[in-house]
């Protein structure tokens, strides 16, 4: 096997690790797969390793169950997953402050994941937060901030 042969073979592997991701623990909500997907070493906003990463995912079902993650686009390459996708849920508990709607939202992102040794080790998500926060009341287009 050559070298490009292994970088595809690497990037395939990687892929499936995010496609787990998002198939068993965020829309299946089998948060125990994720010990086996996430570095103990992941820097995320509520914490460090798979707590951390978990801190973030359990108030998103609180707030918008039910709640599941299309996939739009997947590209892998070398340790680096690029992810496109739409969230679409009920707003059916509290979030950033805004008193459940029970309304249908949907929120887009595109996030970069880093692999290492199998697991996801580091990502940098881009989330269109305004345009939910829109689709709850909770900034109005065309007024000043």
């Not at 996430?38 to 978990?54: D, H, K, Q, T």
């Not at 108030?59 to 992810?83: Q, S, Y």
């Not at 996708?85 to 949907?106: C, L, Y």
């Amino acid at each position: 096997m050559n070298g490009s042969e292994e970088m595809f073979d690497r990037a395939d592997a990687n892929a499936a690790v995010v496609m787990k991701l998002y198939e068993e623990c965020l829309n299946q909500k089998n948060f125990s797969v994720a010990e086996a997907l996430i570095a103990p070493s992941l820097e995320a906003p509520g914490g460090r390793g798979v707590e951390g990463f978990l801190a973030i995912i359990r108030p998103l079902h609180a707030a918008f169950d039910p709640m599941v993650f299309e996939i739009e686009d997947i590209i892998a390459r070398g340790d680096r997953v690029v992810v496109r996708w739409t969230m679409r849920g009920t707003h059916s508990g509290f979030w950033a402050g805004a008193a459940p709607t029970h309304k249908p939202v949907q929120q887009t992102a595109i996030v970069i994941y880093q692999l290492k040794d199998g697991k996801i080790a580091a990502y940098w998500p881009m989330v269109d937060r305004l345009g939910l926060a829109m689709q709850l009341g909770l900034v109005v287009p065309g007024l000043p901030a």
